[in-house]
Each structure stands twice: as structure tokens, then as C-alpha cells.
């Protein structure tokens, strides 16, 4: 069943949506029971129209009436077809297509013999496990070859006719994204992969390719990893999503790229509001002359184990502004069947003059039918016409609203998914939207050693949140790693000193957890909240941009992870947060819209909106925190758009670690308990139950961290963070 959002909540998780200037598409379903990952266009009947070509059918145009093309092997519950990449093999002149795979660890060509038999398989080789592959001319011959992205492997083919030749490539290009495109500038495409790129020699087929790790991508890369000049600086820059966890970014080529001496790159991140990027396209969206970024979320590569597999799919464009430097994002398709699983396409399908996106994944083949030339005058679909996202009982997260508006039971994941999906757009309610990527300026970060003790180094930093808006943070960073660690982001409690307290430089000694941490060898961040310690914000002078200051804080938080990421001593994939207090709930806030966050501890953070002072909510409404509470919804627990117990269900599945003491008189501990019970249940659905994935501790005491529940709380990220 299609998922659909009001178009009020639509806007307010994405204020950019629809605006003049959009690219808009208009959503075609072509087989919603299809389970295939990859398509392709293709005029199988010969009658001039490009035809669909996905898996074990294809579609004829123009009313993609769905008919057989060939027998595809099953295995282990999925179809061997992990991509459909046109080329004309046998020379006959139509196009066959080539099929690179994991679970059978074969490449195969299809060979076209029309639309009136069975498209026979041909099989190349079987080197072992395939993400999927991508066609380019690797050795400059003018003829296309086939580069797979193996996992144990590293290899490229070309042929002659039905003659097939392998040529290894070096082994350390295996494993997950690889990318083709000229490097150096040199003339020479080289081949990119997750750990740097290779060389070619003179002689492309024979000669040995030089590895170059000038850098260190995600280890879940984007098939393709781009190689495209962003900035049109004249040299290669590279683009890549996360197949398997959130985000995408670019590598900016900076110095001399003619030397590996001179050739220097810069990390930026792109937007972290999406998961499983698994591939990316390069396409004219627009007839501008220059390329957006097209990316959808895979539908379940992992069957639910990855960071938000369950949240509605999307499709997604992004361009560059060489002024800002900053991206526009612009939202073609959400919360439908539509996605980008392995092998989707950029093409001309109905011969108008503008790119459509064909997008197969495993919930259904769709595609996206570009309105910048057309003639029928087709309405852009949004999928968000007429639900309201209004909930009678925030405290209950057992219910969605379904894609008729009516409340219904949380039966799947998915279910929970489009829930996570409402959550934010309530928290954006009360909070002001979150920024998107036109916001996330370069970090331009500057850092001042200023003392080195037995276990870590502290550095002054500072870096870019936004146009004119810097994050001052401490930084503590262990002596003697040997590998990548594990990273925190130390939050503090309402106190003059801010940062300066979690790091030991004054305040309480139960609230040094960053010191703490950093003696344990986890890298630590520690940023002012906005308007405490170095950080001086005027928050009615930014109100045009700020709602509120949790909202900032939010966004100072997700830069700061941001800030975490360009580390090299850094593992991105076990990056946490903790927090006290004012720190406790900005953690949780934090998780709930960053799934970078791979673990939370929050103590005294929170309790349900009811139980806090009887249901005063003034505490929570001043500049600092959410004056919309008060001006919109008049300190009342009954109309606020979003409760903790839904913050919790947002962060489901990750682990939470609750310090919630039975004698605090800021957070009631009733409040802390209902909202653990009712989050339970999400996280049972959404099959998560590892290291006690919500662990709630109620010491005898108040307002406080005391010392054995941040040993408990140390150990228990040990766990979550392995």
C-alpha cells in the first residue's frame, strides 16, 4: 500500500518542496508486485518506443502491458539480477543486456532476440560476490567494458563479440562502491573505490595499475561512486552515498591534481536526512547543461537491519551553488513504491526531450515521468494529498495514520516507518523546520591545541553550522590509537561554563563524561548549546531563521557529527551521544532527526509532557528551548504536536540508555516509565532487542549522574557501539 504524507507535514520536513523552480515529475506505478532490482530501456518489439526491460518481463510502451522475456533464477529468496546494463554484445545491432550478481557470483549477458521468444542467458563469469556492475571504456578503445563491484575481487572485462577477457584490477578496490572516472587529469580514466583509486599504465589491458589511497571513503559506498567536477574548478571531485547506513557526500579535489604530493581532498557532507543511498546517477534533469545528483532509497537491501530501511522511500535530486557552496535538494517522489535499488536508469523514455527516471526496487518498479517538456500537461504527483498527520494521543505510539488518514494499529515495520515519519514532522511543528542542505555550508573547522595529558589531547575548535553561525566546541582526542575509534558527542547541562564542564574544566564532578570517555580512548566533542559558554547566539536577532532554539541546538549537533565525520581517527559507523539534563534531551532530540547517532545515553533528560510539573510546560517554552509551545499551543500537553514517548519510537531501533533518578524533581519519573513502556513494543517490531536496546536505570537520587550509572552507562555503550 502506498504511503502518503499531508502535504502541511511534507512541507515542514521539507519547507522546499513544490517552490518555483522545482523539478517535477509525475509518478507512474509499472508492476507493484515486481521484486527486481534493476531495469532497464530498451525497444524490444522493434517498433520505435523504448520498452521496459526489468528482471523476468518486460513492458511494452506506451501502455506497459507486462509481458514475459526469460526464466530467472531464485536464490535464498531473491532474483539473481542485480543489474540490466544495455549493450549490444553479439553485434546484431540490438541491445542485450549484461547481468552482474551477487548470490550466484556469476555475470551474464541476455542476449535480445525480439519480443516474440525467451531471451536466452549467457554466462561470463563466475569471480565470486557482486554488488552489481556499471559498463564504461576502461582501457580507451572506444569499445564499452564491464566493471562489477566485487566484495572479495577487483577485476574489469572487455570482448570482442562473444569473446570475454578478465583483467585484474588491484585487490584492494574490493569490497562495497566502485566508481570510474578520470582522477588526475591525465586523460585516463582510473577506477575508484571505498580506500582510494587505481593508476592505469600506458598499457590499460596488460600493464600494472598503481593504487593510490590518498583517502578513505564510507566502507558502504554508493555503485557508482561519482567522479564528476562539482564545483567546475577544472579537476575531479567524488560523490558517494551510503548503500547500507545514511547519508551522502562529496570529496573535494583541492591542490595540484597532476601529483599525488599536491593532490589534497576535503570531506563535505551533502544531507544526512536519508538512508540507504545504494546508487547514484548523474542526469540533466532540467536541459540546463549541467548534472544534478538523482538517488533514491533501496528497498530493504538488508531486510530491515540497517539504520531506517523502514522509513518511506524517496527519490531525490540535489544541485550545486558555486556561490553558497551549499546543495538545493528537490524532492521528486516520497512515500511511495518509487526508489533506486540496484540498477536504476536515466533516459529519455517517452522520447519528449527531457530525462524520466525508471526506478526498480524490491517493493515495486515505478517510474517518474519528467514534466520539464510535456505536452500532455501531466500534474506533478507529490503523494501527499489529504492526510492529516494530527494524533488524538502523542503518549500512544501503537497507531499510524494510515493513507486514508484513519488511525490504525502498527502492524509492520513499515507501519512504524511512515509513524517515525509523523513523529518528525511534529517535532518540526513545535521546533521549526529542519534545515536542509542549503544550510550546511563548508565546516572551514579550526583547530588549536591547547593541553596534552597522559590519555587524550585537548583541541579548541570551531567550525561553520551555518552562514555566519559557528559551533565552539572542546575536543578530545586519545593518544596512541592504532585504529579507528569510537566517537562521542558530549552534550552539557544548563550551566553558565557550557562545553567547559563535560570535559572537567569546572562544574560538577558527576558530569564529567567527556573526560571520562576520552580516558576509556573514545574520541569526544563537546560543543556549546547555543548562547552558554563561548557561544554569544542572539536568538531574537536569528528568529527569521530559528524557531527555536532546540532547533538549533539540533542542527549544531548534527554539524558537529558533521565535524566528526572528517576525522580520520574517527569510525563513523560508532559515533554515540550523551547528554545531562539540557543534554538529555537535546541528545535525544539530536538521534531522533541524525541516524548517524548510533547510540544514546540521556540522563535526567526528559519525562512525558503530562507529568512535568503537573502539565506547566513554561519550563520548556522560553528562546532557549521552544517559545512555540507557548505561543502555538499554550503550555498545553493535550495540543503539543509530539510527546517523548514518540522521540524514543523515532530513535527505534538504535539503544537508548536512560539515567532517570526516582527524586527528580525536574523530570518526573512516572513520565520516564510510561514512555519507556509504550516504546517497548517498537522496538520488539522493529526486531531489535541486542544490548538491552532500552535500558532504563532509577537510582535513589536527584537531579544527578552519580558514578555508578556512568560505569553502568560506559559499559553499555561498549556494547552498543561495537
Known amino acids: 500500500m502506498r504511503c502518503l504524507l499531508s502535504v ?11 517552490v518555483a523552480g522545482d523539478l517535477n515529475f509525475h509518478h507512474h506505478d509499472i508492476n507493484l508486485d515486481s521484486t527486481f532490482p534493476a531495469a532497464a530501456a530498451i525497444d524490444v518489439n522493434q517498433d520505435g518506443r523504448l520498452d521496459i526491460v526489468s528482471g523476468g518481463w518486460w513492458y511494452e510502451a506506451p501502455s506497459w502491458q507486462k509481458r514475459f522475456l526469460r526464466e530467472v533464477q531464485e536464490i535464498r529468496g531473491r532474483y539473481d539480477d542485480y543489474s540490466n546494463l544495455p549493450l549490444d554484445v553479439n553485434g546484431d545491432g540490438r541491445l542485450d543486456f549484461i547481468s552482474a550478481n551477487y548470490r550466484s557470483e556469476s555475470i551474464f549477458w541476455i542476449e535480445n532476440v525480439g519480443s516474440e521468444g525467451e531471451w536466452p ?85 596488460n600493464g600494472r595499475w598503481e593504487w593510490q589511497p590518498e583517502f578513505v571513503l564510507h566502507r558502504d559506498a554508493s555503485v557508482p561512486i561519482l567522479v564528476h567536477d562539482v564545483d567546475r ?21 583541492t591542490g595540484n591534481s597532476k601529483t599525488a604530493s599536491g593532490r589534497l581532498w576535503q570531506m563535505h557532507v551533502i544531507d544526512t536526512e536519508w538512508s540507504q543511498l545504494h546508487t547514484l546517477l548523474l542526469a540533466d534533469l532540467d536541459n540546463d547543461g549541467r548534472d544534478e545528483i538523482v538517488t533514491g532509497k533501496r528497498y530493504l537491501g538488508h531486510d530491515g537491519k540497517d539504520p531506517g530501511e523502514y522509513d518511506p522511500m524517496v527519490v531525490l535530486a540535489y544541485q550545486f551553488d558555486e556561490q553558497s557552496r551549499t546543495w538545493r535538494r528537490h524532492i521528486l517522489d516520497w512515500g511511495s513504491r518509487a526508489g533506486m535499488d540496484l540498477d536504476p536508469k536515466a533516459v529519455d523514455l517517452d522520447a519528449d526531450g527531457d530525462v524520466d527516471l525508471l526506478c526498480p526496487t524490491r517493493g515495486g518498479l515505478c517510474l517518474l515521468e519528467n514534466l520539464h517538456v510535456n505536452e500532455t500537461e501531466l500534474p506533478a504527483t507529490s503523494h501527499a494529498e489529504g492526510l492529516s498527520i494530527e494524533y488524538p494521543d502523542h503518549t500512544d505510539v501503537s497507531v499510524v495514520r494510515d493513507a486514508s488518514g484513519e488511525l490504525k494499529a502498527i502492524e509492520t515495520p513499515d507501519d512504524a516507518g511512515l509513524r517515525r515519519a509523523h513523529i518528525l514532522a511534529g517535532m518540526q511543528q513545535a521546533m521549526g523546520p529542519l534545515p536542509g542542505p542549503e544550510l550546511r555550508v563548508p565546516l572551514n573547522a579550526q ?34 590509537l592504532t585504529e579507528r575509534a569510537s566517537a562521542m558527542l558530549c552534550l552539557h547541562q544548563t550551566v553558565r561554563i557550557g562545553k567547559d564542564e563535560p570535559v572537567g574544566l569546572g562544574g560538577k564532578p558527576n558530569l564529567r563524561y567527556a573526560h571520562e570517555l576520552a580516558n576509556r580512548g573514545y574520541v569526544c566533542l563537546a ?26 541546538a539540533i542542527w549544531n549537533n548534527i554539524r558537529s557529527v558533521d565535524y566528526l565525520e ?13 547528554g545531562h ?91 520516564v516509565r510510561s514512555a519507556v ?38 559499559k553499555w555503550l561498549g556494547e552498543a557501539l561495537r
Open 566 to 578: 572528517t576525522l580520520p581517527e574517527v569510525n563513523p559507523d560508532r559515533i554515540g551521544v550523551i
Open 447 to 480: 583547530r588549536e591545541l591547547v593541553e596534552e595529558s597522559e590519555q587524550y589531547r585537548r583541541y579548541r575548535v570551531t567550525f561553520a553550522a551555518a552562514p555566519d553561525e559557528r559551533v565552539f566546541a572542546w575536543l578530545l582526542m586519545p593518544n596512541d
Open 8 to 18: 502541511l507535514a511534507l512541507l515542514l520536513i521539507h519547507p522546499k518542496l513544490n
Open 527 to 552: 560543543p556549546d548549546y547555543p548562547s552558554f559558554g563561548e557561544d554569544t547566539f542572539d536568538f531574537e536577532a536569528a528568529a527569521d531563521r530559528w524557531q527555536s532554539g532546540s532547533m538549533k
Open 581 to 671: 539534563s539540557l543534554g538529555g534531551h537535546n541528545a535525544l532530540f539530536t538521534a531522533a532527526f541524525d541516524q548517524r547517532l548510533n547510540a544514546v545515553v540521556t540522563s535526567c533528560g526528559f519525562t512525558e509532557f503530562h507529568q512535568y510539573y503537573g502539565g506547566d510546560l513554561k519550563g520548556w517554552t522560553s528562546l532557549r528551548y521552544m517559545p512555540r509551545i507557548a505561543s502555538e499551543y499554550g503550555n498545553d500537553p493535550d495540543r503539543v504536536p509530539f510527546d517523548f514517548q514518540e522521540v524514543l519510537a523515532a530513535i527505534a531501533p538504535r539503544p537508548i540508555f536512560i539515567n532517570a533518578p526516582i527524586e527528580d524533581s525536574n523530570f518526573e519519573i512516572k513520565g
Open 233 to 253: 574548478d577544472g579537476d575531479a571531485d567524488i560523490i558517494w552515498g551510503r548503500g547500507h547506513r545514511t547519508g551522502l557526500y562529496w570529496l573535494e579535489q
Open 121 to 205: 542467458t549467457h554466462k561470463v563469469a563466475t569471480p565470486g560476490h557482486m554488488e552489481t556492475g556499471r559498463l564504461y571504456d576502461i582501457d580507451g578503445d572506444g569499445r564499452i567494458d564491464v566493471l562489477p563491484a566485487g566484495k572479495e575481487f577487483a577485476a574489469w572485462w572487455s570482448f570482442d563479440s562473444d569473446t570475454w577477457a578478465r583483467h585484474d584490477l588491484p585487490i584492494q578496490l574490493a569490497g562495497h562502491g566502485i566508481g570510474f572516472g578520470d582522477i588526475d587529469g591525465d586523460g585516463r580514466g582510473d577506477v575508484i573505490g571505498d580506500k582510494g583509486w587505481a593508476k592505469p599504465p600506458e598499457d590499460r589491458v
Open 677 to 714: 513502556q509504550a516504546v517497548e513494543p517498537v522496538y520488539d517490531r522493529l526486531r531489535s532487542r541486542d544490548y538491552q536496546a532500552v535500558r532504563l536505570e532509577t537510582p535513589n537520587v536527584g537531579h544527578d549522574f552519580p558514578t555508578d550509572i556512568r560505569e553502568a552507562a560506559y
